[in-house]
């Protein structure tokens, strides 16, 4: 496909949901990490915030809520921005991303320091992957008909019959699709919603690419994976916007 000059992506996202397999509940690690991932990162994420979240405690949180604490932000709080949380670490890029070459060498340059960094590393097991793209197309507000939109430029046909009164239209939408793919524990999640963006009413579609893991981040090849997830996501954006979408947004 050739690039389109309006490209409809708001934002795309990386993140790592990790364990430690010694300490399920409660890692001890996690403190000293925040301080020694911030030093490695900063040359590049100069810009800490702590958000409220971080003013909970570790030992507060349930069981498996993976709450961010912290961001990491570009020179100038511009993206990307890393998030980091208990048993959390994502990568997240804006409209300003730069093609996916760009991002995945983002992606692993992080993956790599924060491996490196986790004070004990042997026990530090994947729990989850996701790579995730939002897009958001303005064409939505020009048609009064959501289901006609998603009929005639996404090719997703959803046909409902009430009887009487015919031709009804749905003021909102909020789909949500999940696939179950052929490699294992791995699923594909689609998401149609409406949605503002800077004031403007969008129809927005999420696509993502999610593994349920349970293996040790020393032994598990996340390039290769990435690289898997996001020809994925690729794949299912281009026949989704083929046709008349992709020429407007070419």
């Excluded at 004070?119 to 992957?129: T, Y």
Aim: proline letters at 6%; a neutral charge; charged letters at 20%.
């Amino acid at each position: 496909m050739e690039k389109l000059s309006h490209q409809p992506l708001l934002e795309a996202a990386f993140e790592l949901n990790w364990k430690n397999t010694k300490h399920p509940f409660l890692d001890p690690n996690y403190q000293i990490l925040i301080g020694a991932l911030y030093e490695r990162v900063r040359d590049k994420f100069p810009q800490v915030e702590a958000l409220p979240t971080a003013s909970i405690p570790p030992e507060a949180l349930p069981p498996n809520n993976r709450l961010v604490q912290y961001r990491f932000w570009s020179p100038g709080k511009t993206w990307p921005v890393i998030q980091v949380g208990p048993g959390i670490l994502t990568i997240n890029i804006d409209k300003s991303y730069e093609g996916w070459s760009k991002f995945r060498q983002t992606v692993m340059y992080i993956i790599n320091i924060f491996t490196d960094t986790y004070p004990d590393s042997q026990n530090l097991f994947i729990d989850k992957l996701t790579l995730r793209y939002l897009n958001g197309f303005y064409y939505f507000s020009n048609h009064s008909n959501i289901l006609e939109f998603l009929s005639k430029y996404l090719h997703i046909n959803l046909n409902v019959d009430f009887g009487e009164p015919k031709n009804l239209n749905p003021s909102d939408i909020n789909l949500a699709l999940t696939y179950e793919l052929h490699e294992p524990n791995t699923f594909l999640n689609l998401k149609t919603f409406k949605g503002k963006v800077n004031n403007e009413e969008k129809l927005l579609l999420e696509i993502l690419v999610a593994s349920n893991e349970n293996k040790s981040i020393e032994n598990f090849n996340i390039h290769d994976w990435l690289e898997k997830a996001h020809e994925i996501i690729s794949s299912v954006f281009k026949s989704l916007i083929r046709g008349k979408l992709e020429k407007e947004l070419r």
